[in-house]
C-alpha cells in the first residue's frame, strides 16, 4: 500500500507533520516526500533494519512477567516515522523548560529552609506537612549550588490548538534518556541519506553534559562518579548500565558500597576501597538509606544519607527532591516561577484544578464526566480517573475519594493530545505522543535538544508507557533551510 | 569503565569460570567412567562410587539415595538440582551469574551461556538412557568449550578476564587432584596377577582429562601409575596438569593489584610439588599428598576471596584509625 498522505488524516487534532489540509507542516516536506517514495518492500525492508539494530545494539527494557519467575528483557518498541520540531519553536520550549526547573529548584530549597514561600502566601504551608515525599531529614541541608533536582524529565504534550503545555515534571529519577539516544542512533542506520538532507541538531552529548553535571557538585579534582542502580531486575537497568558506559562512571549497586565512620562512602574493589565523591542514584528516596528511610531496603546503603549530609558526597538527585514532583504542587509552578524569578512563565501548564479549594473541588464534581482526576503523588498513570472513558461507578468512587481527602486530588481537562504518523503495516496513521525532555541543573543548566518521543501504537490510545504498549520515535530538532 | 574493578563482578565472574570449568570436568569424569565399565571385565570389582567420593558429595548423596548404582549416580551428578554440585545446578548458578555481568562478559558469550543453560536443562535433567547421556555429555563440553574460545578471543583481556582464568584453574587444578585420587583407591592395582587391565584405571585417568596423546608424546613409555602421576602433576605444558595451573595463577595473580598474600599461597603449593618425589608415592601416601594439595588450593581459594572479594568490617575506615591494609585508594584516572 505504502504511504499516500492525501489518505492521511488526524480528524480534529494536531499532527506533528501534517496539516488539516493535508500538506507537510514547514519543514517536513522533504521527509514527506522521500517516505511517500518508498514501496511496501523497501518500507518493510527499512523497518526490518531497525529491528535488527536495536537487537543487535541490544536495546531492551525489562518487563516483569509474573510473581516468582521474574522478568524479562523486551527489544526496543520504534517507530521508523521521525518526529520533527523546529528549532525555533524549540528554543522557546528551552526556555521555558529552564525556567520552570530553575523555580522548581528554588521551591526545594525554600521548603527546607526558609520556607518563605508559606510565609509570603504562595501556596498553603500544610501541603507541604502533608507530602509523602517531604523529608524531615533534609531540613537544613545545603547541597551544591542549592540545586536539589539536578535531573529532571517534564513530559510536554501538545493540545489540538497546536499549543505546547507542561503535563508534569518528574524531578525524583526519571528515565528514558537512553532511549533517546539509541533512538537516533538507530535513526542514522535506516535512514542515513535523511540526514543529509536536514540540519537535526545532535543529542549525543548528553552523557558528556551529564557527566560535567555532576562534576560540579563536588570540589575534589578529579571525582569518582558512580550511578546506583538497584540492579539488573529494575526496567530501566539497560539505561542505568548505558549512562554508566557512556560517562566512564562505575555502574555499582547498593552492596558494593560502605560507609566508613569517616562518615565517606567507598566502593568495594579489588584494589580495595576507593572513595566515591559523586552518585547519581537512580533509587527511589525511600530505599536510598536503611538508617534513615525504609529499614528492611536491601537496595541501599546504610550511611549514605549521613556521608551526604556531612558533604563528603553528593547525591543527584538529592534525597527529598520529590516534594515538588507531586500534582498539586505542579498547579502552582506558574506562580513559584512568579515568585522566586519574577519573571513570567514561558510555558504554560495544563490547567487544572485544586480539589483542596471549595469552588474548583465543586467544579471538578460536577464535571467529573469531562475531567481527567490525578492523585498528589503518584506516578506512571497509576491511581488517575480518565472522566470520559470511566463507568459512572468508577466516578462516583472518586467523588468519595476527593471529598474525604481534598488535597490529595487535582483534575484537569482531557486534552486532546497531538499526533504524528506512525507506520502500521505498510501505510501511515495518526497515533498520539508526548515529549519528555531532560533537563539537567548544576553549576549551569542544559536542556536535551528535543527529548524522547514516546507513542501510543494502539490506534486512539493515549497510554505511551512502552510497559502498556507505547513505543518511540526519534526526535528532530531542526532548522529551516 | 573507570579504572576500577567491583569486588562484586570480579567475584561474579570468578565463579563462572569455576561453575563451567566444574561443569565440563564433571561431564568429561562422567563420560569416561561410563567408557571405563564398557572395557572392565564383569569379574573385575568396579563401581559408580568413586565419583560421589571425587565431587565430596558423599553426605548429601546419601541423604538422596540408597545405592552408588550406575542409574543413581549418574542422576545425582547430572540433572539432580537438590545437589549443588551437579551439572544442571552448576549451569544454573552459571546463567545466574551471567545475567548480572552484561557489559562485562561479551554478549554473544552470555548467550551462549544461556543456550547451554538451556540445552542441559531440556536434555539432561531426570533419568537418562545410557545414549542420552553419553550425547549430553559430549555436547555439554563441546558447548563449553565455544565460550572459551570466544571469550579469549573476544573478551577485554582486564582484571574481570584474570578473575575468570583464576576461576578455571582454581577449580581445574583441584579436579585434576581428585580425579588422579580415583586411581589410588584402585582395586585393579593390586590385583595378584598383572594383565591387561592393571593399568586400564590409570588409562581412565588420562582420557577424564584428554591427556592420553599428550602423555605418549612427551613420555612415550607405556601407561602406568607412577609415570601417569608425575606428568599429570609435574609436566609444565600439559594444559590441565597441576603446575600448569599453578603457573597460570601466578601469572594472572602477578598482574593484578594487592594480589602478594594469594601469591605466597600458590608459591607454598609449588614448593610443596618440587620437595615431594611424586613419582615414587604409592597408594596411602598418594592419597594423603593429594589430600595436601587439594587443602592447600582451597587456601589459595580462600586467600583470593579475602584479598578481593569480601570486606572484613575491620577493613572500613574508622574515624580517626586508618592503618596501611584500610587506607583508600583514591582514583585519579576518571
Known sequence: MSIKWQEYSAEGLWDELITAGGRARPGAGSLCRMLAKLSDEELNARKAAAELAIRSMGITFTVYTGEGSGSIDREWPFDIIPRLLLKKEWDQISAGLTQRVKALNCFIDDVYHDQRVFADGVLPREYIEKSREFRGECVGIEPPHRIWSHVCGSDLVRDSDGRVYVLEDNLRVPSGVSYMLENREVMKRVFPELFEDYVIHPVDDYPARLASCLRTLTSVKSPQIAVLTPGIYNSAYFEHAYLANAMAAQLVEGSDLVVGKDDYVYMKTIDGLVRVDVIYRRIDDLFLDPDVFKPDSMLGVPGIVRAWRAGNVALANAPGCGVADDKVIYTYVPDLVRYYLAEEPLLPNVPSYRCVDKEQRDYVLDNLDELVVKPANESGGYGMLIGPKASRAERNRFARLIRANPRNYMAQPMLKLSTAPTLVDEHAEPRHLDLRPFILSGASSYVTMGGLTRVALRKGSTVVNSSQGGGSKDTWVVDLE | ?334
Open chain 2, 1 to 334: 569503565m573507570s579504572g576500577h574493578t567491583l569486588s562484586s563482578t570480579a567475584k561474579r565472574t570468578y565463579w563462572l569460570g569455576r561453575y563451567l570449568e566444574r561443569t565440563e570436568s564433571t561431564a568429561r569424569l562422567i563420560a569416561e567412567n561410563g567408557n571405563l565399565m564398557i572395557d572392565l571385565p564383569a569379574r573385575l570389582p568396579h563401581s559408580w562410587s568413586p565419583l560421589i567420593s571425587i565431587t565430596g558429595s558423599g553426605a548429601t548423596f546419601a541423604t538422596l539415595y540408597e545405592e552408588p548404582t550406575e542409574r543413581n549416580v549418574t542422576r545425582f551428578l547430572i540433572g539432580d538440582l537438590r545437589n549443588h554440585g551437579s551439572i544442571l545446578s552448576s549451569l544454573g548458578w552459571a546463567r545466574e551469574n551471567v545475567r548480572t555481568l552484561r557489559g562485562i562478559i561479551p554478549r554473544q558469550a552470555v548467550e551462549y551461556i544461556i543456550e547451554l543453560h538451556l540445552y542441559a536443562r531440556d536434555h539432561l535433567s531426570g533419568a537418562l538412557s545410557r545414549s542420552r547421556r553419553a550425547e549430553g555429555l559430549t555436547v555439554v563440553p563441546a558447548l563449553i568449550q565455544q565460550i572459551e574460545g570466544f571469550m579469549s578471543a573476544n573478551m577485554l583481556h582486564d582484571a574481570h578476564w584474570n578473575f575468570w582464568r583464576l576461576g578455571n584453574f582454581v577449580e581445574r587444578a583441584d579436579m585434576t587432584t581428585r580425579i588422579i585420587d580415583v586411581g589410588t583407591d584402585n582395586p585393579l592395582q593390586t590385583a595378584d596377577a598383572p594383565g591387561p587391565f592393571t593399568d586400564l584405571q590409570w588409562r581412565s585417568v588420562l582420557r577424564s582429562l584428554n591427556a592420553t596423546q599428550s602423555y605418549l608424546t612427551v613420555r612415550q613409555e607405556p601407561i602406568h601409575q607412577s609415570a601417569v602421576v608425575g606428568f599429570l602433576i609435574g609436566n609444565r605444558s600439559l594444559p590441565r596438569s597441576l603446575t600448569y595451573s599453578l603457573e597460570s595463577l601466578r601469572n594472572g595473580l602477578r598482574t593484578l593489584p594487592r594480589s602478594d598474600r594469594a601469591l605466597r599461597a600458590v608459591n607454598r603449593l609449588r614448593r610443596f610439588l618440587q620437595s615431594s618425589e611424586i613419582e615414587n608415592l604409592e597408594g596411602p601416601e598418594l592419597h594423603q599428598f593429594l589430600d595436601g594439595c587439594q587443602v592447600q588450593l582451597a587456601e589459595i581459594h580462600q586467600q583470593i576471596d579475602r584479598t578481593y572479594f569480601e570486606f572484613h568490617p575491620r577493613r572500613i575506615p574508622q574515624r580517626a584509625d586508618r592503618s596501611a591494609d584500610t587506607q583508600p585508594t583514591r582514583s585519579d584516572s576518571t
